[in-house]
Every structure is written in C-alpha cells, then in structure tokens.
C-alpha cells in the first residue's frame, strides 16, 4: 500500500557530509510524522531524528548540532543532511513514516525503508 524508499547512503570520510532522501509513494491520505532510524552491526535500531508535518523536530543527542532533518509535504518526501560525520555514524539509515491511508484511518499505519548504508572511515 505504502512504500519508502531510501537514497543518498554511501561511504564517506570522517568529518564529511552526506544527504539522505526518503521517498513515500503509494495509497497516502497524509503523513503525520517522519524520521530517521539507524542500526549499527551488534547494536539495537535507534532514533536518529523525527519531523512532524507541523515542521517540529527531536533529535537524538548523538547527533544534535550535526545533522538536519526536514520534509517537503509536497513530495512525500523527507531527509536527513548530516554533517561533520563520525565512525561512530556508521550504521544502516531506515526511513519511517506514520501514514494515513484515507480519511476513515485515524490511526494511520507505519511504514519502514528498506535502509541505506552510510560507511563513514577515519
């Protein structure tokens, strides 16, 4: 009903930057809120950053000062500009989104990216 694809992963050297986009396509009522997820081999799935449609951001403190999430509703589209990039960044990036799929669907459903690799060397 709803896919989320990822792009803009990659390998990167420390200290560089790196633009990740996320698509949603599909059967779209609208998007309450998107985010960023990432998991590290050996480590559990954690919160990178969050967007309600509204414009209103959270961060992880990890990557506060760093990165950037932001949306254009327009396109069903959200991303992540991440600067001043650390090893520690490395880790699959997952794109999440809460969607509605029509107006009888309050709730709304959430939906996950395949994931992208970003690799960052030291």
């Known amino acids: 009903q709803v896919q989320l694809v990822e792009s803009g992963g990659g390998l990167v050297q420390a200290g560089g930057s790196l633009r990740l986009s996320c698509k949603a396509s599909?059967?779209?009522?609208?998007?309450?809120?998107m985010g960023w997820y990432r998991q590290a081999p050996g480590k559990q799935r954690e919160l990178v950053a969050t967007?309600?449609?509204?414009?209103?951001?959270t961060y992880a403190d990890s990557v506060k000062g760093r990165f950037t999430i932001s949306r254009d509703n327009a396109k069903n589209t959200v991303y992540l500009q991440m600067n001043s990039l650390k090893p520690e960044d490395t880790a699959v990036y997952f794109c999440?989104?809460?969607?509605?799929?029509?107006?009888?669907?309050?709730?709304?459903?959430?939906?996950w990216g395949q994931g992208t690799q970003v690799t960052v060397s030291s």
């Open positions: 999440n989104a809460l969607v509605r799929i029509s107006s009888v669907n309050r709730s709304g459903n959430r939906y």
């Open positions: 599909g059967r779209i009522f609208n998007i309450n809120d």
């Open positions: 967007i309600i449609s509204g414009g209103s951001t």
